[in-house]
């Protein structure tokens, strides 16, 4: 339907190719920032800066886990400039559910339950290099007395 009402249009009003340069298409994001947040004030204040802003189609707040999410043809950074004019300190969600037994968690004692800091470049240990460090120091190995 979308596809018949585009070609209609380009019919009418002359060729697309001219309406889609000048015009940027928005994706429809889910923002999540952390805020912190201590009253109902905060809140509410934080709750009608992003409500009214464009583009954005809920606001939902988790004041315990200090928790903003914005859904919505909002773009990340203008979110996070939004709140930031509030006068509040705000950064990107930087959790991710924890998930992996086999790789240890990022301790952060401030992460939610069940959630782990997000951090870049945290490779784990393939079955390869982990046997490779248990037989270092093991009796089989004849080099292991020379590591001692």
Avoid at 11 to 30: E, I, P
Avoid at 62 to 69: F, L
Avoid at 98 to 125: I, Q, S, W
Wanted: proline residues 5%; glycine residues 6%.
């Amino acid at each position: 339907m979308g596809g018949t009402l585009r070609f209609l249009s380009d019919v009418l009003l002359g060729s697309s190719s001219q309406r889609q340069h000048s015009k940027k298409r928005r994706q429809f994001n889910t923002v999540e920032l952390k805020v912190k947040m201590d009253c109902d004030g905060c809140e509410l204040k934080i709750r009608n800066t992003l409500a009214n802003m464009r583009g954005a189609q809920s606001v939902e707040i988790n004041r315990k886990q200090h928790k903003v999410t914005v859904k919505g043809f909002v773009e990340p950074q203008r979110v996070l400039r939004r709140v930031q004019s509030t006068g509040k300190r705000a950064e990107l969600w930087p959790y991710v559910p924890y998930t992996n037994p086999y790789m240890a968690p990022v301790y952060d004692k401030r992460a939610p339950a069940g959630h782990v800091r997000k951090v870049e470049g945290v490779m784990p240990v393939s079955a390869g290099q982990e046997e490779r460090l248990a037989t270092i120091f093991s009796d089989d190995n004849p080099n292991a007395c020379s590591v001692m």
